[in-house]
């Protein structure tokens, strides 16, 4: 059984029921091209069937070298962008606490990324942070020569070399590339270090439950069996019930649909748990990478309410109306924590007192999405009755399936990204990289 829901009464003031069932039969036919391969992009479907093949020697190996990781080291630089980095991060982020200090020891080394930006001040102060750290590094990129990691794994690799020496910084860094091809590969090999392969088949997006997203998550000291068990457990629900009502990632998919139909062009993707700030950020590379092309596609907004209450919330209540909200719900807090009484009520909530805080969380959540859809904007409510691994798990797989679904009810291929080529190209041309020159003197003539 499935933990994860998704409900839709929110959304029929703005759409019927029949207008939902009318693509019943229509839904049946991607998922037909999805477990057949015979859809657009189908060479990249390997990720349907990455929980139940994902063998226990793959996770054995992965869980013995984050011990190995997390005994030498204080800290570990995940070095990635995209979907080499925003999977990992999402389900760590998910599962630490708020103000989790991890300084190595038995709490583990602490996680850091590198490789997501170009920042140079970010890149110093991370150098100098780790001048008096033990750290590991575990970098991530499946072509290999992406120049983001690129330019930060060779600054990094310098810093450990220096710090260690050549041989023990071999022994401390994990590449994680395609089986082949890319610089990082080539490097990987030369100098020895531990290597794991992302499936060709697995696109970077969809690649969270490879090596990609398990060894970091193994590393920060949480359960990658779990996390692919809850996976798995949706993939063959998934699998099994081909209905609206039995399916919700087909159901998300076709609302989605229906409401693009009637000119709701951005989804909000909101939660009230600070935690899933870096899963919503997965979302929106997720969907936005997956839709966004041929002139197509749904804009994936992301808030942390209530704190986007007091900045988005205006314009999601009155501003221009092509707005629907996806509310991701998390049943059960992990602690338990209620409002004292205060016998002098200065403040004015003893009307409160007693009650918890996930309590008044809820009911902002409740007032919210009525005021919400009062003011025009539908909501899908998708909700997980807690925060585990499992859940976890069962969340990206219905995502990741929900997305192909609903890329293939747009028409688009939802397993490339055509589009992202074109910012490197002029990045490219602009470094005056070779092969490069006579775009880069027309493109600064622009600047
Ligand atoms: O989803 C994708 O394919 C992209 O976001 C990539 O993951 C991102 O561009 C990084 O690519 P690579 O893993 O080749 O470094």
Redesign the pocket.
């Known amino acids: 059984m499935i933990s994860l829901s998704v409900k839709h009464a929110q959304v029929l003031p703005f759409v019927s029921e029949d207008e939902i069932r009318m693509f019943e039969q229509e839904i049946k036919l991607h998922r037909d091209h999805i477990y057949n391969k015979s859809g657009k992009g189908s060479d990249f479907l390997g990720w349907v069937d990455l929980p139940e093949n994902t063998g226990s020697d793959l996770l054995d190996r992965i869980e013995s070298d984050a011990r190995t990781i997390r005994e030498q080291s204080d800290a570990v630089v995940v070095v990635?962008?995209?979907?080499?980095y925003l999977g990992a991060r999402a389900v760590i982020e998910a599962l630490s606490g708020n103000f989790h200090d991890r300084s190595g020891g038995s709490s583990g080394p602490q996680v850091v990324y590198a490789g997501q930006h170009l920042d140079e001040d970010y890149l110093h102060e991370l150098l100098q942070w780790l001048d008096n750290r033990s750290y590991s590094m575990i970098v991530?990129?499946?072509?290999?020569?992406?120049t983001e990691?690129a330019i930060a794994f060779r600054l990094l690799r310098r810093h450990l070399e220096q710090k260690v020496g050549k041989d023990e910084a071999a022994r401390r860094i994990f590449a994680i590339t395609d089986a082949s091809k890319g610089a990082l590969k080539k490097l990987a090999d030369a100098r020895g270090y531990t290597s794991y392969t992302i499936p060709d088949d697995v696109?970077?997006?969809y690649s969270v439950l490879t090596p990609v997203g398990l060894l970091p998550v193994a590393v920060a000291g949480f359960d990658v069996r779990k996390l692919m068990e809850g996976a798995k457990r949706m993939a063959l629900h998934l699998r099994d019930n081909d209905t609206l009502d039995g399916n919700p990632a087909a159901r998300y998919a076709v609302i989605r649909n229906v409401l693009l139909h009637k000119g709701m062009s951005t989804e909000i993707m909101a939660s009230y748990n600070p935690a899933m700030q870096y899963m919503i950020e997965w979302w929106k590379?997720l969907f936005g990478?997956s839709e966004g092309k041929e002139g197509r596609g749904i804009f994936p907004a992301g808030v942390v309410f209530t704190t986007d209450l007091h900045s988005m919330g205006q314009y999601i209540q009155e501003g221009q109306r092509h707005l629907f909200e996806t509310v991701l719900t998390i049943g059960e807090s992990k602690h338990s924590l209620s409002i004292p009484e205060d016998p002098d009520d200065d403040d004015g909530l003893n009307y409160i007192a007693g009650k918890r805080i996930s309590y008044v969380n809820r009911m902002a959540s409740g007032g919210t999405m009525l005021a919400h859809v009062d003011g025009g904007v539908p909501n899908i409510e998708l909700v997980l009755p807690e925060l585990s691994a499992a859940a976890l798990g069962e969340l990206i797989y219905f995502y990741e399936m929900a997305c192909a679904l609903s890329g293939y009810m747009l028409g688009v291929n939802p397993f490339d990204?055509p589009g992202?080529e074109a910012y490197k190209r002029n990045m490219f041309a602009l470094l005056e990289k070779p092969g490069f020159e006579e775009e880069g003197k027309a493109l600064k003539n622009r600047l």
Not at 80 to 84: H, L
Not at 140 to 146: A, C, V, Y
């Open positions: 990635g962008i995209g979907g080499s991530i990129s499946k072509s290999g020569t992406t990691p696109g970077g997006r590379q990478e990204q992202v």
